[in-house]
């Protein structure tokens, strides 16, 4: 998608220059670190409310 890769590419431009990075290598380490970390509380977050849609729907099923 354009728009989501525009906005990235501005995202990285902006911590780069606020930041001191040892080198682009150590910049690009850091962003792929916390691109997993955002994936896995992404995957966590739509587990939980997977989860908690179910009972909920199995709740208003069995009469509670």
Do not use: C, P
């Amino acid at each position: 998608d354009y728009e989501a890769g525009y906005v990235d590419s501005l995202s990285n431009r902006s911590h780069s220059r606020t930041k001191q990075w040892n080198d682009l290598r150590h910049f690009h380490e850091t962003q792929r670190k916390w691109a997993i970390a955002g994936l896995i509380t992404y995957i966590i977050i739509i587990a939980v409310l997977h989860i908690v849609t179910i009972n909920m729907i199995q709740n208003f099923k069995s009469g509670y």
